[in-house]
T-cell receptor, first 111, second 111 residues
Framework: EADIYQTPRYLVIGTGKKITLECSQT?????MYWYQQDPGMELHLIHY???????EKGDLSSESTVSRIRTEHFPLTLESARPSHTSQYLC??????????FGSGTRLTVV | SQQGEEDPQALSIQEGENATMNCSYK?????LQWYRQNSGRGLVHLIL?????REKHSGRLRVTLDTSKKSSSLLITASRAADTASYFC???????????FGTGTRLQVFP
């Protein structure tokens, strides 16, 4: 059973709205990640964090922002959603040298 | 560009047959990992093989790694309909815990 939780599972929202995708883990992992994945496509790293107050941009440029105020919480925010943001967003966490644990993802649709 | 390329892109087999998927990568790595993703869900970690290992087993899974050829293979023996999913390889480059995912292989196992 996964110990990393993403909410909401699905979100349909209008253009221009501010949204926050939640990600929480109960495993005490220092490292957390956000990936973006279009249907049937590869994953692209958009943000990562190696601990509290540490955030970095990933390999794929994204208009989203993240914060890491607590170890267990790594929310992703879009200040003004656009149709081009429509995608699946996957959160993951890990311990150094071990595999990632992924959440179930948030499927975002911006209309 | 993405680190990993997988082939085939899609594979259809009958239950009981073996499935083999291949992954090639470009740079030196600490480890290589395989993940499974059921449609529309998050990824599940299957197996991690370190750069100094050549072969690893986990249940019906067998992973090989050839660092001289920068390639890996995942073998699923005696496949089942429940193995139907997308399978991704992911590489962990040196000096980073970021994973770079391949393009994935879509496996369909027919009963």
């Amino acid at each position: 059973e996964a110990d990393i939780y993403q909410t909401p599972r699905y979100l349909v929202i209008g253009t221009g709205k501010k949204i926050t995708l939640e990600c929480s883990q109960t495993m005490g992992h220092d490292k957390m990640y956000w990936y973006q994945q279009d249907p049937g496509m590869e994953l692209h790293l958009i943000h990562y964090s190696y601990g509290v107050n540490s955030t970095e941009k990933g390999d794929l440029s994204s208009e989203s922002t993240v914060s890491r105020i607590r170890t267990e919480h790594f929310p992703l925010t879009l200040e003004s959603a656009r149709p081009s943001h429509t995608s699946q967003y996957l959160c993951a966490s890990s311990l150094q040298g071990y595999g990632y644990t992924f959440g179930s993802g948030t499927r975002l649709t911006v209309v | 560009s993405q680190q990993g390329e997988e082939d085939p892109q899609a594979l259809s087999i009958q239950e009981g047959e073996n499935a083999t998927m291949n992954c090639s990568y470009k740079t030196s790595i600490n480890n290589l990992q395989w993940y499974r993703q059921n449609s529309g869900r998050g990824l599940v970690h299957l197996i991690l093989i370190r750069s100094n290992e050549r072969e690893k087993h986990s249940g019906r899974l067998r992973v090989t790694l050839d660092t001289s050829k920068k390639s890996s293979s995942l073998l699923i023996t005696a496949s089942r309909a429940a193995d139907t999913a997308s399978y991704f390889c992911a590489t962990g480059p040196y000096n980073t815990d970021k994973l770079i995912f391949g393009t994935g292989t879509r496996l369909q196992v027919f009963p």
